[in-house]
C-alpha cells in the first residue's frame, strides 16, 4: 500500500506493505513459505531461508522500479500540464 502525495507534489517516500507467511520445521528453521502483497493479487512462493532472501530482494527492488516509474509519470504529466 502506497501514500499518495498531496495534489501537485512528489511524495517523499513510499510505504510498501507485504505479508510474509513462513512455515517453520520442528528446529525452527524456514521450510517454504511466500510474500504476499496487502491487495492479495501477487503470491511468491520461496523455499528455504536463501529463497526467502532472493524473493525478498526481488521483491524490493521491483518496487524500488515501480516507485521510479510513477515518479517519471508524475514528472512528465506535470510537463505536460504546462
Known amino acids: 500500500m502506497r501514500r499518495s502525495a498531496p495534489d501537485n ?25 511466500e510474500f504476499v502483497d496487502v491487495t492479495n ?3 511468491v512462493h520461496f523455499v528455504g531461508w536463501r ?8 521483491w524490493l527492488k521491483q518496487q524500488q522500479q515501480e516507485v521510479a516509474d510513477n515518479l517519471k509519470s508524475y514528472r512528465d504529466s506535470q510537463h505536460c500540464d504546462e
Open 41 to 43: 493479487t501477487r503470491h
Open 51 to 58: 529463497g526467502m532472501l532472493q524473493v525478498g530482494r526481488a
Open 9 to 33: 507534489s512528489l511524495p517523499e517516500y513510499y510505504c510498501v506493505t507485504v505479508i510474509l507467511r513462513l512455515v517453520l520445521d520442528d528446529r525452527g528453521l524456514v521450510t517454504y513459505g
